[in-house]
């Protein structure tokens, strides 16, 4: 069997094409711009990558885009100050804290310092809460990314064994929550899980994220099993820097039914979310229908 390709990229920018659509009715029609702020401390090479992306697919898609580039020696006095004059301002309806922070600032502290209503990581306390009790949240965006991906290629979720490596607050966990929400049988593994391949032969549907470059093999895979790798991972092969998965692609595809390839899978979808939670954050701002 040769597994079918989920084009995360593809599908992504049918994502960013309707939030687009959506933004320039907002304007037209209300008068109203979405604005997505964020903000990076320090100078960590991935995090302004990911930070220059935002940006220009925050602008690409018509809403406005809000930078703060803080230095390394912020204090937290400082970046809370940040976040207190974002949560009040009008033109922000999406606040974003680009991480991991330096270390001498409390991570957790800083999240829950943002409104909830504009956590459109949906990383704020009150956020996972809402998310696990099944109400109405800010769902963190890689994992929503992930459901989105699974739910238009099996249709109904119900009744499948899903099983998710990985128990981290940002994608593992929240992502058992959306599985579990869409009556999937959920186990999560992690670095205690006695016979991961086992437990990973067990899944319909298995995602990845574990942050080990290749760790899950083909003969970890059930045939026919759909494969999410939110694996990021870069390593050098045959001297050259390379971008790799959590997923081994070549042995995993042989035995999947679908399977996301890194790069191209999960990212996109990613920075997508991003800007579907940001314009639903400014509908329910304003009262306004929000997005489907
Ligand atoms: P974390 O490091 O926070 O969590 C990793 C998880 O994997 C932990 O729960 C850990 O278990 C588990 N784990 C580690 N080693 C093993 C092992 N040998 N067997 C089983 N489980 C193991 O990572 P994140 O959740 O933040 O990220 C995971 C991956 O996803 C990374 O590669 C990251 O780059 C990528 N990522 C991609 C995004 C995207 O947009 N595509 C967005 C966010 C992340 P334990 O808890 O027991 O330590």
Known sequence: MTAKVIDGKAFAARVRAQVAEHVARLKEENGLTPG???????????????????????????????????????????LLALIDQLNADPKVHGILVQLPLPGHLNAELVINRINPAKDVDGFHIS??????????????????????????????????????????????????QLLLGDSCTVTIAHSRTRDLAEVCRRADILVAAVGRPEMITGD????????????????ERDG??????????????????????????????????????????CCRAHGLAEPE
């Open 220 to 235: 970890m895979v059930r045939p026919g099993a759909t494969v999410i790798d939110v694996g990021i991972n870069r390593i």
């Open 36 to 78: 997505l702020a964020v903000v990076l401390v320090g100078e960590d090479p991935a995090s302004q990558v990911y930070v220059r992306n935002k940006h220009a697919s925050t602008i690409e898609v018509g809403m406005a885009s809000f930078e703060h580039r803080l230095d390394a020696a912020t204090s937290e006095a400082e």
């Open 240 to 281: 050259k820097a390379k971008l790799v998965g959590d997923v081994h692609y070549e042995s995993a595809a042989a035995v999947a039914g679908a399977i996301t390839p890194v790069p191209g899978g999960v990212g996109p979808m990613t920075i997508a979310c991003l800007l579907a939670n940001t314009l639903t954050a």
């Open 127 to 176: 956020n996972v809460g809402l998310l696990g009790t099944g109400q109405k949240a800010m769902v963190p965006c890689t994992p929503l990314g992930c459901l989105m991906m699974l739910r238009d290629h099996h249709g109904k979720l119900s009744g499948l064994n899903a099983v998710v490596v990985g128990r981290s607050n940002i994608v593992g966990k929240p992502m058992a």
